[in-house]
C-alpha cells in the first residue's frame, strides 16, 4: 500500500509540451509554405514557446515539490528540457526567418519541416504511449526513418546552394535556415531516444 501518492501530474505536462511542439512544427512549415505570413507565424510560434517556458517551469517546480514522482527526477528534468529545446529551435528558426527578410519559397525548408512536423507528431505519440515500450520502440523506428529523410533533403538541398554562381548572401541565409531546421529534426530523435529509455526503464 502506498502511503504517500505519486504525483501523476507530470503526464499531462509531458502532453501540454508535446502539443506546443507539434503546434510549432505545423506553424514552422506554414511559415515556408506561405512567407508572406511571415510575422504572423513567427508571432504564433512565439506564443508557443512562451507557453511550452511556462510548462517547463511547472514541471521543475513540481519536481522540487513532489515526495514521490512517477518517473525518476532526472528523467522529469531530462524530458522536459530535451522537449522544451525542439520548441525553442523551431521559435529560433521563425525568427531567424525574420532577421532574413524572407520572401521566397523554397522546396527543400518546406520538405524538411514537414520532416519535422511527422516527427513531432510521432513523439507526441509516444508521450502519451510512455508507459508501453513496444510502441514507443515502434514509433522510435519511424523517427529514425525520417531522420534519415531530413539528412538527405538537408544534403541535397545545401549542394544545391552552391550550383553554379550562387549569391552569397542567399547561399549564406539558407544555409542557416537548412541547419535550423535540421537541428530541430535531430533535437526531435534525441526526445525519441529519451522516451525510449524512460519507457524501458519503467515498464
Known sequence: MRLIPRDEGFFELFDGLATRMTRSAALLNALFTEPTRLDQYAGQIKELEHQADEITHEIMNRIDRSFVTPLDREDIHLLATRLDNVVDLMDGTARRAQMFHLADRRDPAKDLTR??????????????????????????????????????IYSSAV???????????????????????????????????????????NS
Open 115 to 152: 520532416v519535422l512536423l511527422q516527427a513531432t507528431e510521432a513523439i507526441a505519440q509516444a508521450v502519451t504511449s510512455i508507459k508501453d515500450p513496444s510502441a514507443v520502440a515502434l514509433i522510435g523506428r519511424d523517427v529514425k526513418k525520417l531522420e534519415e529523410e531530413a539528412d538527405a
Open 159 to 201: 549542394g544545391a546552394l552552391f550550383d553554379g554562381k550562387p549569391d552569397a548572401l542567399e547561399v549564406i541565409k539558407w544555409k542557416e535556415l537548412y541547419d535550423n531546421i535540421e537541428h530541430a529534426i535531430d533535437e526531435a530523435d534525441d526526445v525519441l531516444n529519451v522516451l525510449e529509455s524512460i519507457s524501458i526503464k
